[in-house]
C-alpha cells in the first residue's frame, strides 16, 4: 500500500506562485501515472496535470503554460510547480497515483492511491 502526503499549498495573491509536494512512502514501478487533481466548492475533481513512467507531460487546457509537473525518483516525490496563480485556481489539491500505462485519459476512479489534499487559496 502506498500513501502520498501533498505539502506546499497555502494563500497567495494573483500572479503569485506555489510549489506542491507529494511524497510516497515508496517506490511505484512501471508502469504507472502520477497526477495531480483539484477540486473547487461545488465542483467536480478534475486532473490538472500528469506524468508517466517515461516522463511525457499533460496538462488541463487553462493551466498549460502556468503549471510544469515533474518527479524525482530518487525522493519518490512529485511535484507541481505553479505561477501565475489567479482566483480561479482556488481549491483543494490532491495527487494521485495508479499502476496503469494509460495517464491522461484515466478517469479519477482509476486512481489507487491518493493524498489526503492539500488547500490553495489565491486572492484576486
Known amino acids: 500500500q502506498v500513501q502520498l502526503v501533498e505539502s506546499g499549498g497555502g494563500s497567495v495573491q494573483s500572479g503569485g506562485s506555489l510549489r506542491l509536494s507529494c511524497a510516497a512512502s515508496?517506490?511505484?514501478?512501471?508502469?504507472?501515472?502520477l497526477a495531480w487533481f483539484r477540486q473547487a466548492p461545488g465542483k467536480e475533481r478534475e486532473a490538472v496535470a500528469a506524468i508517466n513512467a517515461k516522463s511525457r507531460t499533460n496538462y488541463k487546457d487553462s493551466v498549460s503554460g502556468r503549471f510544469t509537473i515533474s518527479q524525482d525518483n530518487a525522493k519518490n516525490t512529485l511535484y507541481l510547480e505553479m505561477s501565475s496563480l489567479k482566483p480561479e485556481d482556488t481549491a483543494m489539491y490532491y495527487c494521485?497515483?495508479?499502476?496503469?500505462?494509460?495517464?491522461?485519459?484515466?478517469?479519477?476512479?482509476?486512481?489507487?492511491?491518493w493524498g489526503q489534499g492539500i488547500q490553495v487559496t489565491v486572492s484576486s
Open positions: 515508496s517506490y511505484i514501478s512501471s508502469p504507472y501515472c
Open positions: 494521485a497515483a495508479h499502476r496503469r500505462v494509460t495517464c491522461w485519459a484515466s478517469e479519477p476512479s482509476d486512481f489507487e492511491y
